[in-house]
């Protein structure tokens, strides 16, 4: 069943989920992932330019924290790492192609 928002909850969720994708570099990392797409650490590093190792590694350890990204590791030397997104971070791609349009909208 939906959640029933009043002006105030409605506010105060929407917020939380910014929020969840404030930063930097996270955003520029979904689209990464969109369609289904799986990188490893060293795609992102090619993928997007001026990231720093570290920076990456944290945008990633968060977007896995709050459930947007899966990290799989494969038992092998060198070690072989996977993002993906999760079943709800592939659902950001409709919220975020909306934004999109909204944007668009803009310059009309």
Same mark, same amino acid.
Request: aromatic letters at 10%; glycine letters at 6%.
């Given at each position: 069943?939906? =959640?029933?928002?009043? !002006?105030?909850? %409605? %506010?105060?969720?929407?917020?939380? +989920?910014?929020?969840? #994708?404030?930063? @930097?570099?996270?955003?520029?990392?979904?689209?990464?992932?969109?369609?289904? $797409?799986?990188? &490893?650490? @060293?795609?992102?590093? =090619?993928?997007?330019?001026?990231?720093?190792? $570290?920076?990456? +590694? /944290? /945008?990633? &350890? =968060?977007? *896995? +924290?709050?459930?947007?990204? @899966?990290?799989?590791?494969? !038992? /092998?030397? !060198?070690? =072989?790492? *996977?993002?993906?997104?999760?079943?709800?971070?592939? %659902? #950001?791609? !409709? +919220? #975020?192609? %909306?934004? #999109?349009?909204?944007?668009? /909208?803009?310059?009309?």
């Amino acid at each position: 069943m939906r =959640k029933i928002y009043t !002006p105030s909850t %409605a %506010a105060a969720d929407t917020l939380e +989920a910014i929020k969840l #994708l404030e930063g @930097s570099w996270k955003l520029n990392i979904l689209y990464h992932l969109f369609d289904g $797409k799986v990188q &490893r650490y @060293s795609d992102f590093e =090619k993928l997007i330019p001026g990231i720093s190792q $570290k920076m990456l +590694a /944290q /945008q990633l &350890r =968060k977007l *896995e +924290a709050d459930g947007i990204v @899966s990290r799989e590791v494969y !038992p /092998q030397v !060198p070690p =072989k790492v *996977e993002y993906r997104l999760t079943e709800w971070g592939q %659902a #950001l791609c !409709p +919220a #975020l192609d %909306a934004l #999109l349009l909204w944007v668009e /909208q803009k310059g009309r």
